[in-house]
Structure formats: C-alpha cells, structure tokens
C-alpha cells in the first residue's frame, strides 16, 4: 500500500492517464544505474508495468526493488520513488484492460516464444512533483 499522498493536479493526473513511457531507474547489483524506458498504467497509487520474465529489469529488481520513475518532459517533472512487487500470479483485470484501452496491447502475451510476463507493480512511496518533494 502507498504511504504517499496521491497527487490532485489535474495536469499530473492526465499525464499519469496519457503519456505513454515513462523511464525506470534501478540500481544493478555493482551500484550502477539501469535505466530504461517503459510503457505503463497508472491505477490504485501504483505504477504498473509489463515486462519479460528474463528480461535484466527482472534480474535487477529481484536483487534490489528501489526503484525511481520519471515522465519524460523535464520542465514540468513528475517523479515518484517507490519498491517493486514483482507479480507472476496472474494480471489484474483492471490492469490487463486498461494497458489494453491505453496501447491496444495485451500485455500478458510473451514477446518471446520461450519466454514468460511479470507484471511489476510499484506502489508510490514518494513523489517529487513541482514544487513539492515529500
């Protein structure tokens, strides 16, 4: 569950609802970063993404799940700060419709023939927005 106050902007809000990537940051285990961008759904507090299963996002998490999101326009920054739930137990209903509604995807279909989908599900623990940093 996110402890952060989910934001109110109507201009944070529509971005959250239309801008289609959003950069993922990690840190591999030597401390480097691994950044990346990803498309993703906005639902409940939570950032929700879908990736391959063997992807190196998925090796990196599983070691570390601090993770950092970003939208890409820098002059108006929205920024969130939060920890991984990696999910391999089934996609959300409302997750699978609304990446379907957002992208005309479904996101629980491999890209791979011997590959598998995790859903990454990260909860907001913090927001760097304009103006305010909790």
Known sequence: MSTAAHPTDPAVLDRLATERT???CGVRPD???HVTPVWFV??????WIGVDSASVKVRV???NPRVSLAL???RVPVVAEGEVQLRQDGF???VTAAFAAKYAWDVTVPHRPDG????LQVP???WLLPGVAQ
């Open 22 to 24: 959003v950069w993922l």
């Open 31 to 33: 401390g480097s970063p």
């Open 42 to 47: 906005f639902l409940r507090g939570s950032w």
């Open 61 to 63: 998490l599983r070691e």
């Open 72 to 74: 890409e326009d820098g």
């Open 92 to 94: 959300p209903e409302e």
């Open 116 to 119: 598998g989908r995790v859903l």
């Open 124 to 126: 907001v623990r913090r």
